[in-house]
């Protein structure tokens, strides 16, 4: 490359990949939709709070973070000569505050948080590596009515910005793992039947399970509808081991398809990839539609070296505003460089968004129309251009 292309302005707009600008009004828009995210868990009883973008690697990778090892940015800290982790994930960072800075507050405790996380590599449906992240957690309480509470908080957060046609995928991620050990898989073999779980892969499952195929391929087929799922699962002979879970999301999925009928509930009893640190339930939104996750989450244990039972979900920004209809633009107003402060107050206190000119023109409608204005002030009073 020669030096001219180096000065190149263009290239000096580049970013790296799977991170861009978020330019108007989709910036206004994502921050207005995010806010009424929080919004729906705040009058829900839910707390906010703001983690740093940047920890130490060793908080940042305990307990459930350790889940995020391999997706997270490293950098070494001029000051204390200790690495730091630019976090990938925001629920960890709240599991840290719950069990540490706040740990000696009342339990249940809610808390409610938004950000920007950076991941070293997209997944396989989203692109970005920058993601903006809404989420809540209720900590401190382990029973089918907290699982309910934070699926229904998702829920009612996503209907209220206005996404449609929602259906709520749960999932058993401690199931397979107790199931393995429970019949005596080899601790080697067990990863291996996992990833094939993941995959669907029967002839792998026939491969590492042995005799015990039948049994994952029935809990496969199981996947479906909550009622039918239910019903397929109960049928298996599964060790007595893993009935308070099955019991678990019977409970959860009975209570939330029959509460609201326009949510579509479904269980996949082996699903486990994003959910490596999840202890009980685990649960993802979907829109009819929309390519992706609008969400996940699910029950963990808080690392504060009292087992601590925790639920919570996050949002995914980039997902949400796919399911929504494009942002709108306000009536913005011209207003010639003369008018009064407290004639802008006014107009802006009645709703419209105010652009004030900085030099005499010889057309208010033509400025307008370059500025992207759909009225002028005339006469002491807006106008529309046509």
Same mark, same amino acid.
């Given at each position: 490359?020669?030096?001219?292309?180096?000065?190149?302005?263009?290239?000096?707009?580049?970013? $790296?990949?799977?991170?861009?600008?978020?330019?108007?009004?989709?910036?206004?828009?994502?921050?207005?939709?995010?806010?009424?995210?929080?919004?729906?868990?705040? &009058?829900?009883?839910?707390?906010?709070?703001?983690?740093?973008?940047?920890?130490?690697?060793?908080?940042?990778?305990?307990?459930?973070?350790?889940?995020?090892?391999?997706?997270?940015?490293?950098?070494?800290? $001029?000051?204390?000569?200790?690495?730091?982790? !630019?976090?990938?994930?925001?629920?960890?960072?709240?599991?840290?505050?719950?069990?540490? *800075?706040?740990? #000696?507050?009342? #339990?249940?405790?809610?808390?409610?948080?938004?950000?920007?996380?950076?991941?070293?590599?997209?997944?396989?449906?989203?692109?970005?590596?920058?993601?903006?992240?809404?989420?809540?957690?209720?900590?401190?309480?382990?029973?089918?009515?907290?699982?309910?509470? +934070?699926?229904?908080?998702?829920?009612?957060? !996503?209907?209220?910005?206005?996404?449609?046609?929602?259906?709520?995928?749960?999932?058993? $991620?401690? !199931?397979?793992?107790?199931?393995?050990?429970?019949?005596?898989?080899?601790?080697?073999?067990?990863?291996?039947?996992?990833?094939?779980?993941?995959?669907?892969?029967?002839?792998?499952?026939?491969?590492?399970?042995?005799?015990?195929?039948?049994?994952?391929?029935?809990?496969?087929?199981?996947?479906?509808?909550?009622?039918?799922? @239910?019903?397929? =699962?109960?049928? =298996?002979?599964?060790?007595?081991?893993?009935?308070?879970?099955?019991?678990? =999301?019977? +409970? +959860?999925?009975?209570?939330?398809?029959?509460?609201?009928?326009?949510?579509?509930?479904?269980?996949? $009893?082996?699903?486990?990839?994003?959910?490596?640190?999840?202890?009980?339930?685990?649960?993802?939104?979907?829109?009819?539609?929309? *390519?992706?996750?609008?969400?996940?989450?699910?029950?963990?244990?808080?690392?504060?070296?009292?087992?601590?039972?925790?639920?919570?979900?996050?949002?995914?920004?980039?997902?949400?505003?796919?399911?929504?209809?494009?942002? @709108?633009?306000?009536?913005?107003? =011209? &207003?010639?460089?003369?008018?009064?402060?407290? &004639?802008?107050?006014?107009?802006?206190?009645?709703?419209?968004?105010?652009?004030?000119?900085?030099?005499?023109?010889?057309?208010?409608?033509?400025?307008?129309? *370059?500025?992207?204005?759909? #009225?002028?002030?005339?006469?002491?009073?807006?106008?529309?251009? +046509?």
């Amino acid at each position: 490359m020669s030096f001219k292309e180096d000065k190149d302005p263009i290239n000096k707009s580049l970013l $790296p990949s799977g991170l861009r600008d978020q330019l108007p009004p989709h910036a206004a828009h994502e921050a207005s939709i995010v806010e009424g995210l929080i919004n729906t868990c705040e &009058v829900s009883g839910y707390d906010r709070v703001k983690p740093p973008l940047i920890e130490y690697e060793d908080t940042l990778f305990s307990g459930p973070g350790e889940a995020m090892v391999d997706s997270t940015f490293r950098l070494m800290d $001029p000051v204390s000569q200790k690495m730091l982790g !630019l976090r990938s994930d925001l629920t960890t960072q709240v599991a840290r505050i719950a069990s540490s *800075r706040l740990g #000696h507050t009342h #339990h249940p405790l809610r808390l409610c948080y938004t950000g920007e996380v950076l991941r070293v590599m997209p997944d396989d449906l989203n692109p970005e590596r920058e993601l903006v992240q809404v989420g809540a957690e209720l900590i401190g309480e382990d029973n089918s009515l907290a699982d309910i509470e +934070v699926i229904y908080l998702a829920y009612d957060a !996503l209907s209220n910005a206005g996404v449609q046609s929602i259906t709520i995928d749960i999932t058993t $991620p401690a !199931l397979i793992p107790k199931l393995v050990e429970e019949i005596g898989i080899a601790t080697e073999i067990g990863p291996k039947l996992r990833a094939a779980l993941d995959k669907k892969d029967t002839s792998a499952i026939q491969e590492f399970a042995g005799g015990n195929a039948s049994l994952f391929t029935g809990l496969i087929e199981a996947a479906g509808s909550w009622d039918g799922s @239910v019903k397929k =699962l109960k049928a =298996l002979s599964l060790p007595k081991l893993v009935n308070p879970i099955l019991d678990r =999301l019977e +409970v +959860v999925a009975a209570f939330i398809a029959k509460e609201d009928d326009n949510l579509q509930v479904t269980i996949d $009893p082996v699903e486990s990839r994003g959910f490596e640190y999840y202890s009980g339930l685990g649960f993802s939104f979907f829109s009819q539609g929309v *390519r992706g996750e609008l969400g996940r989450g699910g029950r963990y244990i808080l690392n504060d070296g009292k087992s601590t039972g925790s639920c919570g979900f996050t949002l995914y920004m980039e997902t949400v505003l796919r399911a929504l209809p494009e942002p @709108v633009s306000r009536n913005r107003l =011209l &207003v010639p460089h003369s008018i009064k402060r407290d &004639v802008l107050r006014l107009l802006r206190k009645d709703g419209w968004i105010t652009v004030s000119l900085l030099q005499q023109v010889d057309s208010l409608e033509k400025e307008a129309k *370059r500025l992207n204005c759909s #009225h002028i002030f005339s006469n002491n009073k807006p106008r529309l251009i +046509v």
